[in-house]
């Protein structure tokens, strides 16, 4: 780049505002960058919520409803009862609990 | 996918769940009481009328000498008529049992959530007492007794066989 006429401190003017573009970019690159890691850590951390949620029911309802000893190979009509009430059952605890715990995180925060 | 300890993807149902909805829907349907009830009701029906025309062969005093002496096309549209009539009113019978078993089978099978003989034993003492209740108290509690051992020896044999 040359600025004949211009002279010198024109151009380190246009190479300063340049340069600082450059950082605002690189920046808003970085930011973008940021953003979009943690919204993908989001992402995995939710799907990984949800699928312990998913295991922890199985295992428990399978462990409460399905007696070990194993006449035939479908679900009859006592365990299919028993499964749907453990699930709604396990969902309703958790989400009671839920509220016990939110509302003791608020009194801690209101007490600090 | 492989094994059962390897978490699983809830999105996806599960180890297996890829069974269409209407297999889901119509085994839904037939694992239901009333379909219970009514299918029971069925093959009691099929059961009384074998069970009718079988023991319409015992004779019941209709070789008199009335019905001797009619032609035989005559005797034999009686005797006809005489098997009908009794495997018709064993089906029922036996249909009512079925239906009433069966039924109160589902019924406390549901209430307790859980698959054991007690379903078929308390079932059977109930239909028994219904069944035998206008005989009155004692004829109840035989009736109780007996088609709830009945209920436990056929429960016993299908739990446990081979």
Redesign the interface.
């Known amino acids: 780049m040359s600025f004949g006429a211009f002279g010198a401190g024109a151009a380190a003017q246009s190479n300063l505002n340049i340069a600082m573009a450059e950082q605002e970019l690189v920046s808003s690159a970085e930011q973008h960058w940021c953003m979009t890691l943690l919204f993908k850590f989001t992402v995995y951390l939710t799907q990984e919520m949800?699928?312990?949620?998913?295991?922890n029911i199985?295992d428990s309802c399978h462990k409460k409803?399905i007696?070990p000893r194993y006449?035939e190979e479908?679900l009859?009509?006592?365990?299919?009862?028993?499964i749907d009430?453990c699930v709604s059952k396990y969902f309703a605890v958790n989400a009671k609990i839920g509220e016990k715990l939110s509302g003791a995180a608020q009194q801690g925060q209101m007490v600090r | 996918m492989s094994s059962p300890e390897a978490p699983q993807n809830p999105m996806s149902g599960g180890l297996f769940g890829n069974t269409p909805p209407e297999a889901v829907i119509m085994q839904g349907i037939m694992e239901s009481c009333p379909a219970k009830v009514v299918i029971s009701g069925g093959a009691g029906f099929g059961l009384g009328l074998a069970f009718g025309t079988f023991m319409s062969s015992v004779d019941w005093g209709s070789n008199t000498e009335e019905f001797r002496n009619l032609s035989t096309r005559e005797q034999i549209r009686l005797t006809l008529k005489d098997m009908g009539a009794k495997s018709y009113s064993s089906a029922k019978n036996f249909a009512v049992v079925g239906a009433v078993f069966s039924g109160t089978e589902c019924l406390i099978e549901t209430y307790r959530a859980k698959n054991d003989m007690w379903n078929g034993i308390s079932a059977g003492c109930i239909t028994g007492g219904v069944l035998a209740a206008r005989a009155g108290p004692q004829a109840a509690l035989f009736g109780c007794g007996g088609f709830a051992a009945f209920s436990a020896v056929i429960d016993y044999w299908l739990r446990h066989h081979d």
Do not use: A, I
């Not at chain 1, 949800?50 to 295991?55: E, G, H």
């Not at chain 1, 009859?76 to 028993?82: H, I, P, T, Y």
């Open positions: 949800v699928t312990t949620l998913f295991n199985v409803c007696p006449t479908d009859n009509k006592g365990e299919s009862v028993c009430r």
